[in-house]
């Protein structure tokens, strides 16, 4: 079955930047589209970055400019790189493979990565 397995959260005071990563199995990790999703204690998961299979990115409002989502095929890997951060990107963030409408593809997720984002 799927799994994700997120890593590379941890405390950061504003301005920092931290790069977060997700290794998939289960899935041909390759044709998917892959996404990070983000929730904030008392709000809905949202989908902040995604990426094609072939490559193209696309961004909620508030992260573009800071955050860069990538992929490595060969590792089954997706990665976040977010800089700039702001308190409002403390969240635990997910990965998982999004559908047109942003929802997640897979009702499993990991457990996630922590980012707290603090002075």
């Known amino acids: 079955q799927v799994q994700f397995v997120e890593s590379g959260g941890g405390l950061v005071q504003p301005g920092g930047s931290l790069r977060l990563s997700c290794a998939a199995s289960?899935?041909?990790?390759?044709?998917?589209?892959m996404g990070w999703y983000r929730q904030a204690p008392g709000k809905q998961r949202e989908l902040v970055a995604l990426?094609?299979?072939?490559?193209?990115?696309k961004y909620v409002d508030s992260v573009k400019g800071r955050f860069t989502i990538s992929r490595d095929n060969a590792k089954n890997t997706v990665y976040l790189q977010m800089n700039s951060l702001k308190p409002e990107d403390t969240a635990v963030y997910y990965c998982n493979v999004p559908r047109s409408d942003d929802q997640p593809v897979f009702n499993s997720w990991g457990q996630g990565t922590q980012v707290t984002v603090s002075s």
């Open positions: 990426i094609t299979s072939g490559g193209s990115t």
């Open positions: 289960g899935i041909i990790f390759s044709i998917y589209a």
